[in-house]
Each structure stands twice: as C-alpha cells, then as structure tokens.
C-alpha cells in the first residue's frame, strides 16, 4: 500500500506497518493524495484520499484477485483478435485492458520523468473527487507493426484534424504505440472537467508485451 501526492510534488510514501490487512502511514503532510495497492496476485486498485491534521480513518478499501480478463500473463491460451488501433480518448473511454492483448494507441507524444500519449478529451476519469488527466504513461512500448501502417495513420489523421483551427498539433507529435494496456481498478468516468483536485498521474499505461511488472502507478 502507497500514499502518492496529487500533484506530483514528491516520492510515494509506503505504509510504515501491515497486519491482518490493515495499513498504517505515519507522519503525513496535509493534502490530497492517491492511496493505491499493487501485489502480486491482486489487480492494482486506485483511492483517493484528502490528509488533514490528525489521524485519518481512510475505512475499508477492497481489492480484487487478477483473473484472466485483467492480465494476458494469467490466461492459459492466449486472447486472438485483431489489434485495435485506438485514440488515447478512445482507449480511456472504453478502458481496454490487457486482457485484450496487444493494442496500438495513437496520441500526442510528450516527454518528461514519465513520457506519456496525450490528448483532449471530454470526460475525463475520476477517483472520487480526483481527476486524472487525458494521458497514458509509457513503460517501453514498441513501434506498431507494418500491417497495422494505414490503420494508424488514419487515426492520426483525424487526430491532426480534429483540433480547433489554429491549434492543431505538430505532426511529428502525433505517434501510435503498440503494446500492452493497463488500468487500475477504482476509475470512473465523469464530463470533463469537474473534479473538485486534478492529478498529474497518468490514468493508465501502455507496456511493452513482454513486460511483467504491470503497475500504472510507478
């Protein structure tokens, strides 16, 4: 279990202690944070929290035991389908998960402590009353296959397109990834943009496939 600030200020906090499933974090600064569980076994799940002076009571969070629709690396025979080739919009709107396998995301490419695929959107994903931004964090994605080549210039044409006059992006900005996409558990979808805090944590992550560590929250 770790506590991670809203607007990225500093490093995750783990819980100082653990027993019968109870989690403890001591000394932490007022503010509004993300309380998130990864391990082994268990779906990553997502919470959001506002810290004030004095003890907090977060209550009873519950987690959910990875079964064969949340992770390829779980499923005895493999998923066969064709690839999707989808917007960053359109993949966190559906929440395509990796149990789909593979998926190309098409999207603004930004650079940065975590290189992300953005784009604007208009719902956004919400924990409670955190918001997370229209992006997919990036944890060594490849380059999508040949016989995928029109499919995603197609989608980065409407892309490019689709902008307000005047503000579209830099055509060399507009990129698809190709690889394994995942989302915590806890997210819900609202109308952009009405959450009471905004997060710079990416809502979801595109991994290479042959990666094991799967956690959106780094």
């Given at each position: 279990?770790?506590?991670?600030?809203?607007?990225?200020?500093g490093p995750?906090?783990d819980?100082?202690?653990?027993?019968?499933?109870?989690?403890e974090?001591?000394?932490?600064p007022?503010?509004?944070?993300?309380?998130?569980?990864?391990?082994?076994?268990?779906?990553?799940t997502?919470?959001?929290?506002?810290?004030?002076d004095?003890?907090?009571?977060?209550?009873?969070?519950?987690v959910?035991?990875f079964?064969?629709?949340?992770?390829?690396?779980?499923?005895?025979?493999?998923?066969?389908?064709?690839v999707?080739?989808l917007?960053?919009?359109?993949?966190?709107?559906?929440?395509?998960?990796?149990?789909?396998?593979?998926?190309?995301?098409?999207?603004?490419?930004k650079?940065?402590m975590?290189?992300?695929?953005?784009l604007?959107?208009p719902?956004?994903?919400?924990?409670?009353?955190v918001?997370?931004?229209?992006?997919?964090?990036?944890?060594?994605?490849?380059?999508?296959?040949?016989?995928?080549?029109?499919?995603?210039?197609?989608?980065?044409?409407?892309?490019l397109?689709?902008?307000?006059?005047?503000?579209?992006p830099?055509?060399?900005?507009v990129?698809g990834?190709?690889?394994?996409?995942?989302?915590?558990?806890?997210?819900?979808?609202a109308?952009?943009?009405?959450?009471?805090?905004?997060?710079?944590l990416?809502?979801?992550?595109l991994?290479g496939?042959?990666?094991?560590?799967?956690?959106?929250?780094?």
């Amino acid at each position: 279990m770790r506590l991670a600030p809203v607007d990225g200020s500093g490093p995750s906090k783990d819980a100082e202690s653990a027993s019968q499933g109870q989690f403890e974090f001591l000394d932490v600064p007022p503010g509004w944070y993300i309380l998130y569980f990864a391990a082994n076994g268990f779906r990553e799940t997502v919470h959001a929290i506002q810290i004030v002076d004095g003890a907090n009571e977060v209550g009873r969070i519950d987690v959910r035991i990875f079964a064969c629709s949340d992770s390829p690396s779980v499923c005895d025979v493999p998923c066969v389908r064709p690839v999707p080739v989808l917007s960053v919009c359109e993949a966190l709107e559906a929440r395509v998960g990796v149990c789909a396998g593979p998926v190309v995301i098409v999207g603004i490419f930004k650079s940065g402590m975590d290189d992300t695929l953005r784009l604007d959107c208009p719902f956004q994903l919400i924990t409670g009353e955190v918001g997370w931004p229209s992006s997919i964090g990036l944890t060594r994605p490849s380059q999508p296959p040949d016989l995928l080549r029109d499919k995603v210039e197609k989608k980065r044409q409407e892309i490019l397109n689709g902008g307000p006059p005047g503000a579209q992006p830099r055509p060399e900005r507009v990129v698809g990834l190709y690889g394994n996409l995942s989302f915590p558990a806890g997210l819900t979808s609202a109308p952009c943009c009405s959450a009471a805090v905004e997060t710079a944590l990416p809502p979801a992550r595109l991994f290479g496939v042959g990666e094991k560590d799967l956690r959106v929250i780094r």
